[in-house]
């Protein structure tokens, strides 16, 4: 089955109409529409959240119905290790704070704080 018949499927199943989940997901009838007769596929995760709250079910579940694997879609909440150090001395990288470049003199200093404190940490 494709993602519109299912959620067409399990929207009938609810007993809802294509406008009253328009009303409760935010999302225009014509577009659930669109889904519904496979005039439209790859909904966005956005769409999906909203049609999710819309139908009163988990996200995980439309997510599914479209073939999207939820962990894949929000991260898989482990921390991502990236060393600043080498990120910093990447000359390929433009680093940014607030959407401002980073200034090389300012990147120098904080890779010879980084450098100094782990110096401390060896003695």
Not at 36 to 46: L, V
Not at 51 to 64: H, I, R, T, Y
């Amino acid at each position: 089955m494709s993602f519109g018949s299912d959620l067409k499927q399990l929207r009938q199943s609810k007993n809802i109409g294509v406008n009253e989940l328009a009303l409760h997901s935010g999302v225009s009838a014509s577009q659930i529409s669109r889904f519904e007769n496979g005039k439209k596929s790859n909904p966005k995760s956005s769409t999906l959240q909203k049609l999710a709250k819309g139908l009163g079910v988990p996200e995980a579940e439309l997510f599914k119905m479209a073939g999207i694997n939820l962990d894949e879609a929000v991260g898989n909440n482990t921390p991502q290790e990236i060393d600043l150090g080498e990120q910093i001395e990447d000359k390929n990288k433009i680093l940014k704070y607030q959407g401002r470049p980073i200034p090389e003199e300012d990147l120098n200093l904080i890779l010879r704080l980084l450098k100094s404190g782990k110096d401390d940490d060896a003695e």
